[in-house]
Each structure stands twice: as structure tokens, then as C-alpha cells.
């Protein structure tokens, strides 16, 4: 009998442990046995298309570089999405506000649709520099009219360019650039706040600026940011603002006043881009994903499957975390075999379950 019970015991503990483990571990079950595939990288088509930029609406994810393409279904099949574009239109970011969506270009300035790609109209009344290098929607969440472009201001970020402002959806800009000493501006960000809200701008040669009353003025907030050649990325997650640069990643809980460098981990420090959802961080680079759990404390490489680790972009839409990459757009500076540019996928749900 006490042997009995003891089994019964030792059966009941098996079933209750491999519940808590089934419900810990796959919250969701796959949409087809096909989906454990994406636990690792694998290739979500585009090939031989560099990508620079993506954006996601919904459940629709955009993808931007030698024009724009869109899928509906998780990246399986894509659309170009071209109508009303120039020949050949180098795309370089994306914002979205709403139904609107806001493209940035090489060129040929600033476009926008309304209608989820199908056609794209040139919105660049008074936006002198028609080198849109970023885009930003204010305030964060996609509930107002105001639309900042960061631009190309030359090499040494001295010849025109910088922020300019729309506040009625695209269709007029100005350039608001006062106490913004450094015009080539490669990133924007926004934070919403309890004391307001919080436009930064990336440069590439003079650190992070603040502006505080929509780009009236801006201020140098680079205390601690050892490094303020090349700001590339910078994404906000929570109250946490992260800076993405070419010498690593920086974060800021207090709104720039201070900077700390968060790179444990972090074997590539070219950094191209960001993603954050919920208490993850991802950081695209020369060598690939790398991705944090614990605020950026630490960094731990992620790129099983990616073949192609030259990433350019990343994003987060519906179960997955999208990369771009953009190996055959320089092909000179990549000294190892061309590979194939394009879009990748990994499940992202599996990617926050992974400790």
C-alpha cells in the first residue's frame, strides 16, 4: 500500500510539474508544426533586396531599401507597394501616426499613405533637404498631427539639413533647428511622459540633443556618452532611452541628463538599429542579433540560423522579430562570401520565453 500511494504521489507530481512546464514554456500552441522552424532564424524571402528600414501597422509589416514591400501574414509572401514612388527610390525610414504612414528617402524626400502602401503621395512642401535619414511621430502612440525628419546635413553635419516639423500631417514642414549644433541628424525618438513630451536627436558626429517644446530648441544631453560619433539608433523602452552607436549601447533613465554604457556581452558594437518589447531589447549589428532580457545589463548573441549577419533593421510585429540585412548593398566592404540580403524571422514569442 505504501508503495501505491508513493507511485500515486510521484505520478501526480509528474503531471502537475509537465503542466507548469507546458504552461511556462508554450503559452501558445505553434499555428502549424511548420512554426517550430522559427525557433531558429530563417529566411522570410526579399532575397537580393537590401533593407533599411521597417515598419509595422497592425499586423501589416513594411519593409523599405530598394523601394517598399509589404506582407500581410507574417512575412511568408511580400507586395511591392510602388505606386506613386520615382524609379528606383532608396528608402530610409519609416513613421507611423494612425492610418498614416510616413516614408523617408535618399533624394527624394518625404512620402505618405494613407491607405496601407497602395499609393504613396511626395509631401515636401518646405522641406529643404529632401535627405530624410529619419522619422518620428509626436506625440509616441500615433494620436497627433505632428511628424519630425531628421535629414542629412553633410559629412560634418554643417550644410543645411537638420529637424523639420510638420504639424499638419506632412503637408507643410519647417526646419526647427535652433541650438542644434549638428545637422545630419540619423535618428529621432519620442517619449511620452508624465512631465510631457521628449524629442531626441541622433547625429552622427555630436552625440544625442533634447528638445522639449517640439524642436523650438534643442540641447547637447550627452553626459557619459563616451562616444558621440555615430548615433545610429534610438528607441525607447519604458521610461529607459537607449542609444545605439558605433562604439556600443548607451542608456539613459533620466531623459539624457546622464548616460551608462550597457555592452556586457555585446562582441559587436556597431550597432544599426533597436527593437524593444516589453522586457526585451534586441540590437541589430556587423555581426548579427543580440539580445537582452534584463535592461541591457547584459547581451547575449542570437543568431542561430542567421547566415547573414550584417543587419541593418529590425521590428516586432504580431508573434515575430523581423531583421533585415543589407550584405549585397556594399558588397566592397564585405570581405567574406556575398550573401543573400533580405528579410529574416524567429519567433519572437520563443525569444522572450528563452532565458
Given at each position: 500500500?505504501?508503495?501505491?500511494?508513493?507511485?500515486?504521489?510521484?505520478?501526480?507530481?509528474?503531471?502537475?510539474?509537465?503542466?507548469?512546464?507546458?504552461?511556462?514554456?508554450?503559452?501558445?500552441?505553434?499555428?502549424?508544426?511548420?512554426?517550430?522552424?522559427?525557433?531558429?532564424?530563417?529566411?522570410?524571402?526579399?532575397?537580393?533586396?537590401?533593407?533599411?528600414?521597417?515598419?509595422?501597422?497592425?499586423?501589416?509589416?513594411?519593409?523599405?531599401?530598394?523601394?517598399?514591400?509589404?506582407?500581410?501574414?507574417?512575412?511568408?509572401?511580400?507586395?511591392?507597394?510602388?505606386?506613386?514612388?520615382?524609379?528606383?527610390?532608396?528608402?530610409?525610414?519609416?513613421?507611423?501616426?494612425?492610418?498614416?504612414?510616413?516614408?523617408?528617402?535618399?533624394?527624394?524626400?518625404?512620402?505618405?499613405?494613407?491607405?496601407?502602401?497602395?499609393?504613396?503621395?511626395?509631401?515636401?512642401?518646405?522641406?529643404?533637404?529632401?535627405?530624410?535619414?529619419?522619422?518620428?511621430?509626436s506625440p509616441a502612440g500615433g494620436s497627433g498631427t505632428n511628424?519630425?525628419?531628421?535629414?542629412?546635413?553633410?559629412?560634418?553635419?554643417?550644410?543645411?539639413?537638420?529637424?523639420?516639423?510638420?504639424?499638419?500631417?506632412?503637408?507643410?514642414?519647417?526646419?526647427?533647428?535652433?541650438?542644434?549644433?549638428?545637422?545630419?541628424?540619423?535618428?529621432?525618438?519620442?517619449?511620452?511622459?508624465?512631465?510631457?513630451?521628449?524629442?531626441?536627436?541622433?547625429?552622427?558626429?555630436?552625440?544625442?540633443?533634447?528638445?522639449?517644446?517640439?524642436?523650438?530648441?534643442?540641447?547637447?544631453?550627452?553626459?557619459?556618452?563616451?562616444?558621440?560619433?555615430?548615433?545610429?539608433?534610438?528607441?525607447?523602452?519604458?521610461?529607459?532611452?537607449?542609444?545605439?552607436?558605433?562604439?556600443?549601447?548607451?542608456?539613459?533613465?533620466?531623459?539624457?541628463?546622464?548616460?551608462?554604457?550597457?555592452?556586457?556581452?555585446?562582441?559587436?558594437?556597431?550597432?544599426?538599429?533597436?527593437?524593444?518589447?516589453?522586457?526585451?531589447?534586441?540590437?541589430?549589428?556587423?555581426?548579427?542579433?543580440?539580445?537582452?532580457?534584463?535592461?541591457?545589463?547584459?547581451?547575449?548573441?542570437?543568431?542561430?540560423?542567421?547566415?547573414?549577419?550584417?543587419?541593418?533593421?529590425?521590428?516586432?510585429?504580431?508573434?515575430?522579430?523581423?531583421?533585415?540585412?543589407?550584405?549585397?548593398?556594399?558588397?566592397?566592404?564585405?570581405?567574406?562570401?556575398?550573401?543573400?540580403?533580405?528579410?529574416?524571422?524567429?519567433?519572437?514569442?520563443?525569444?522572450?520565453?528563452?532565458?
Amino acid at each position: 500500500m505504501k508503495q501505491i500511494i508513493i507511485s500515486i504521489v510521484s505520478l501526480l507530481t509528474f503531471i502537475l510539474c509537465n503542466g507548469c512546464i507546458k504552461k511556462a514554456y508554450n503559452p501558445i500552441e505553434p499555428k502549424s508544426p511548420a512554426e517550430l522552424d522559427n525557433f531558429a532564424w530563417t529566411s522570410a524571402g526579399l532575397t537580393n533586396t537590401f533593407v533599411n528600414a521597417f515598419a509595422v501597422s497592425g499586423t501589416n509589416l513594411f519593409a523599405g531599401g530598394g523601394g517598399v514591400f509589404l506582407s500581410t501574414n507574417d512575412g511568408s509572401s511580400w507586395t511591392a507597394v510602388n505606386n506613386g514612388l520615382p524609379a528606383h527610390t532608396g528608402v530610409t525610414c519609416f513613421a507611423v501616426n494612425g492610418m498614416n504612414l510616413y516614408m523617408g528617402t535618399d533624394g527624394n524626400g518625404a512620402f505618405l499613405s494613407t491607405n496601407n502602401g497602395a499609393s504613396w503621395t511626395t509631401v515636401n512642401n518646405g522641406l529643404t533637404n529632401t535627405f530624410v535619414l529619419s522619422l518620428a511621430a509626436s506625440p509616441a502612440g500615433g494620436s497627433g498631427t505632428n511628424i519630425f525628419a531628421g535629414t542629412d546635413g553633410g559629412l560634418w553635419g554643417t550644410t543645411g539639413g537638420g529637424v523639420f516639423l510638420s504639424t499638419d500631417n506632412g503637408t507643410n514642414w519647417s526646419a526647427v533647428n535652433n541650438g542644434l549644433t549638428d545637422t545630419l541628424v540619423t535618428a529621432l525618438a519620442v517619449s511620452s511622459g508624465g512631465s510631457g513630451t521628449n524629442i531626441f536627436a541622433g547625429t552622427k558626429n555630436s552625440g544625442v540633443f533634447l528638445s522639449t517644446n517640439n524642436g523650438s530648441s534643442w540641447t547637447a544631453v550627452n553626459n557619459g556618452l563616451t562616444y558621440t560619433w555615430g548615433i545610429k539608433a534610438l528607441t525607447v523602452s519604458g521610461m529607459n532611452l537607449y542609444a545605439g552607436t558605433d562604439y556600443g549601447i548607451f542608456l539613459s533613465a533620466n531623459n539624457g541628463t546622464s548616460w551608462n554604457a550597457m555592452n556586457a556581452g555585446l562582441t559587436n558594437k556597431y550597432i544599426s538599429s533597436l527593437a524593444a518589447f516589453g522586457g526585451e531589447l534586441f540590437a541589430g549589428t556587423n555581426g548579427g542579433v543580440f539580445r537582452s532580457n534584463d535592461g541591457g545589463t547584459y547581451w547575449n548573441q542570437y543568431n542561430t540560423g542567421l547566415t547573414d549577419t550584417l543587419v541593418s533593421a529590425l521590428a516586432i510585429c504580431d508573434r515575430f522579430l523581423y531583421a533585415g540585412n543589407f550584405a549585397q548593398a556594399e558588397p566592397a566592404l564585405y570581405r567574406g562570401p556575398l550573401l543573400t540580403s533580405g528579410v529574416w524571422r524567429r519567433c519572437f514569442e520563443y525569444a522572450r520565453l528563452v532565458r
